[in-house]
């Protein structure tokens, strides 16, 4: 009886394609948040290239008139 109670903790009654089915669902998950985290970043990061760029060539209309 106490065999069946370790296999049971130890898997959770679960098959290895079960198991192995839910770790790439799971890192699926990971790795699209992830990227979703560095392409926010990137759009963050470049928008405020573009706005610098744009406030410094204003700057310099504002300057000449």
């Known amino acids: 009886m106490e065999n069946y109670g370790e296999e049971r ?16 669902a799971i890192l699926a998950k990971i790795y699209e948040d992830i990227g979703r985290s560095i392409v926010k970043k990137l759009l963050w990061a470049g928008g405020a290239v573009i706005f610098t760029v ?9 300057l000449l008139k």
């Open 54 to 62: 744009a406030a410094w060539i204003g700057k310099d209309h504002i």
């Open 9 to 24: 903790r130890k898997n959770g009654g679960l098959s290895n394609a079960q198991i192995e089915a839910i770790t790439e």
